[in-house]
């Protein structure tokens, strides 16, 4: 089974700052990878995903995610937040061989954003 | 608009009770899933189903129950045997195992009395 650690629960930003969340996955073979936002008392809605290709995706609200192979990682990146960005992430990944088309998540990662 | 909504949006549960919670989608979606998300614990996977009348435990399937008789509906079971049940629940969809694009529902809270 995968193992996706999302390294910080809690991440505080101010208005019009940049901003990382990590993700690291465990999975020594091919995965596809999604980064997903929810906002509160609502379901995810998917940001990005790598299927292949160029390792630095774009998604959503200005958002973007670079594949790092070598280091099992998928970063999220925004250069400027907003504070309409304040929600919770989650980083998931899914085996490219599985049948079963299954996600496993990570712990998430709260990014609230101050004026 | 197609969309996958789940019913009711809080619910609550005296001990001892089963209850039911509703997932309907008009995506026409062959896989669905059920994940249950705790503060700080993300969401974890407790049954899924690829077609119809077929349907597999997920990481955490104890206490739980589901039926798939119909291609848009996936309803979940929370039973009694379920000893901390109060948790938000995430209901999802999508075209198959090979789409790996899952749509969500907007959940339903349980919480118990």
């Known amino acids: 089974a995968q193992s996706v650690t999302q390294l910080d629960s809690q991440v505080p930003v101010f208005e019009e700052a940049p901003v990382e969340l990590r993700c690291n996955y465990s999975?020594?073979?091919?995965?596809?990878l999604f980064w997903y936002v929810q906002y509160p008392n609502q379901g995810l809605q998917l940001l990005l995903k790598y299927l292949s290709g160029s390792t630095l995706v774009k998604g959503i609200n200005g958002f973007e995610a670079e594949f790092n192979k070598s280091q099992t990682s998928f970063h999220l990146r925004k250069p400027s937040v907003h504070i309409s960005d304040t929600a919770e992430y989650f980083c998931?990944?899914?085996?490219?061989?599985?049948?079963?088309?299954?996600?496993?998540f990570g712990r998430g990662t709260q990014l609230t954003v101050w004026p | 608009d197609g969309g996958i909504t789940q019913s009711p949006k809080y619910l609550f549960r005296k001990e001892g009770q089963n209850v039911t919670l509703s997932c309907e989608q008009n995506l026409n979606h062959d896989a669905m899933y059920w994940y249950r998300q705790d503060p700080g614990q993300g969401l974890r996977l407790i049954y899924y189903s690829q077609i119809v009348n077929d349907f597999q435990k997920g990481d955490i399937a104890e206490g739980y129950s589901v039926s798939r008789e119909k291609k848009e509906s996936f309803p979940l079971t929370v039973t009694s045997a379920q000893k901390n049940p109060t948790a938000f629940y995430l209901c999802?969809?999508?075209?198959?195992?090979?789409?790996?694009?899952?749509?969500f529902g907007d959940g339903t809270r349980l919480s118990i009395l």
């Open positions: 998931a990944v899914s085996d490219r061989g599985s049948t079963l088309g299954r996600l496993y």
């Open positions: 999802a969809s999508s075209s198959g195992p090979k789409s790996l694009i899952q749509h």
């Open positions: 999975s020594s073979v091919s995965v596809y």
